[in-house]
T-cell receptor, first 113, second 109 residues
Framework: NAGVTQTPKFQVLKTGQSMTLQCAQD?????MYWYRQDPGMGLRLIYY???????DKGEVPNGYNVSRLNKREFSLRLESAAPSQTSVYFC????????????FGPGTRLTVT | GIQVEQSPPDLILQEGANSTLRCNFS?????LQWFHQNPWGQLINLFY???GTKQNGRLSATTVATERYSLLYISSSQTTDSGVYFC???????????FGKGITLSVRP
């Protein structure tokens, strides 16, 4: 049981490049989330998916898109990376049918130059 | 939106000391979680505690939902306890977690 996995662990992009961050969970959770963490701050929600086939904006969605590919996978795409998107990105999942506890992946450290 | 405030922002302890970390929140919540972010950046679930008291080894937590605060107790601290401790509360239909800014704990040998 791997829990929540994310790839890649590290990435460096040039301004204007695009990339997709991958997230998968094997806990059969319904809800999945993408957060970003900036220095000295807690995590802020970018997008979430309450169930397969649905996605909604969080607190800081600008510059990002998401895809809930199936129940297991939730990807985050940066279409045209900007230096302001330099951050650590965390994916999380939760099954609100029986618990509101969220579980986090190991994070992706992204630098945009 | 809901406000989550953690105190103190920084804490330095000698190994073996005890400490109390506080989390205040401004509105009713469905859930409250405590996390430890270790020096490698990994977020580790400590407690899922919307109300009441829980204990796990040297750590325990208490949430008093009616008074909108939670406390995390660390006893007999160890150097491996160093890192950042986050409180996060869950509100609303989208089950979004709102995080505090964290408490940086340094435990010195």
């Amino acid at each position: 049981n791997a829990g929540v996995t994310q790839t890649p662990k590290f990435q460096v992009l040039k301004t204007g490049q695009s990339m997709t961050l991958q997230c998968a969970q094997d806990m059969n959770h319904n809800s999945m989330y993408w957060y970003r963490q900036d220095p000295g701050m807690g995590l802020r929600l970018i997008y979430y998916s309450a169930s397969e086939g649905t996605t909604d904006k969080g607190e800081v969605p600008n510059g990002y898109n998401v895809s809930r590919l199936n129940k297991r996978e939730f990807s985050l795409r940066l279409e045209s990376a900007a230096p302001s998107q330099t951050s650590v990105y965390f994916c999380a999942s939760m099954n609100q049918d029986w618990s509101y506890e969220q579980y986090f992946g190991p994070g992706t450290r992204l630098t945009v130059t | 939106g809901i406000q989550v405030e953690q105190s103190p922002p920084d804490l330095i302890l000698q190994e073996g000391a005890n400490s109390t970390l506080r989390c205040n929140f401004s509105d009713s919540v469905n859930n409250l979680q405590w996390f430890h972010q270790n020096p490698w950046g990994q977020l580790i679930n400590l407690f899922y505690i919307p109300s009441g008291t829980k204990q796990n080894g040297r750590l325990s937590a208490t949430t008093v939902a009616t008074e909108r605060y939670s406390l995390l107790y660390i006893s007999s601290s160890q150097t491996t306890d160093s890192g950042v401790y986050f409180c996060a509360v869950l509100t609303g239909a989208n089950s979004k977690l709102t995080f505090g800014k964290g408490i940086t704990l340094s435990v010195r040998p």
